[in-house]
């Protein structure tokens, strides 16, 4: 990461959280947004929605539970 003149502290500190973990990050995101972290479709089945990863991408990338 380099940090451009324009990132303000907030935004370097997230973009840090993120390259720390990203796989718990990914979870957060699909999580807070309701789509999967992969590829971005809805989540609608509720234990998707907790996990925050479609099943398909679950499988596809190894995050099984």
């Not at 997230?14 to 718990?24: E, K, M, Q, S, Y």
């Not at 807070?32 to 998707?48: A, E, H, N, V, Y």
């Amino acid at each position: 990461f380099m940090r451009a003149l324009a990132t303000d502290g907030e935004t370097e500190q997230a973009i840090l959280a993120v390259v720390a973990d990203p796989h718990n990050a990914a979870i957060a995101y699909g999580k807070q947004f309701g789509i999967c972290c992969c590829c971005g479709r809805d989540l609608t089945d509720p234990k998707s929605v907790a996990k925050g990863i479609g099943p398909i991408c679950e499988k596809n990338y190894g995050w099984g539970a």
